[in-house]
């Protein structure tokens, strides 16, 4: 797996980023964006991974969010991590252009659904009906864990129709926090040989650090 492969499917596939802001708002969200070591240490990822070391490959911001990559491996990449955290409010303006580039040509369902999702109005039903649409292309289940505190998780398992975007080698887990109105999404895969796979321990035990850094 090369780097930029982990890069492209951390920034391109998040649902979180997005690119349209002003110069002002900007400044201002950006000093309460928490850097990646306060969403997820090296360590905390080298543990998430299984791996003996970790290391930060790639940081950004978009508006209110921050988008990090995370490489795992001694001699040889065997594990990508992508953390992303911002407001769902960016979920909203990225995640019909991204189901455009990624889900739309393999299901018209799942298309319609997710535009659906980010016109209602609450965010937990939109969150609620995101998740229903990624269904469509895949398989999600409802993720419960005590610091949670009632936010709604899950995990999903893209189809292996979404193979040509790269998003079935990931498995995904979505966080939606009612008291920041945030979203957590952390992908994970293992490289094997020369086959990427999703790896799912991985991605539910690095949103479980992750989400307790940012609310504890």
């Known amino acids: 797996m090369r780097l930029r492969f982990l890069i492209l499917i951390t920034v391109t596939g998040s649902m979180l980023a997005t690119v349209t802001t002003t110069a002002r708002a900007a400044s201002q969200l950006r000093s309460d964006i928490p850097a990646c070591e306060e969403l997820l240490t090296v360590r905390q990822a080298a543990v998430s991974m299984s791996e003996s070391k970790a290391f930060i490959v790639n940081r ?33 303006k990225r995640a019909v ?74 498995a995904w887990v979505f966080v939606y926090d009612v008291d920041s109105a945030s979203m957590l999404q952390v992908l994970c895969t293992e490289r094997t040989d020369q086959t990427q796979t999703p790896d799912t321990r991985c991605a539910i035990a690095a949103a479980k650090r992750a989400y307790n850094n940012i609310t504890s």
């Open 97 to 170: 252009s991204f189901a455009k580039q990624s889900i739309c040509a393999e299901s018209k369902a799942a298309c319609r659904k997710v535009k659906e999702a980010v016109g209602l109005r609450s965010d937990l039903r939109s969150f609620a009906a995101l998740r229903d649409a990624l269904e469509q292309v895949g398989i999600t289940t409802r993720l419960r864990w005590a610091d949670l505190e009632g936010n709604p998780a899950f995990v999903w398992r893209p189809s292996d129709a979404l193979a040509a975007s790269a998003l079935d080698q990931a």
């Open 60 to 92: 950004q911001v978009r508006d209110s969010t921050r988008i990090c990559a995370y490489g795992g491996g001694s001699n040889k990449l065997g594990h990508a991590l992508g953390v992303n955290w911002g407001l769902y409010a960016d979920v909203r």
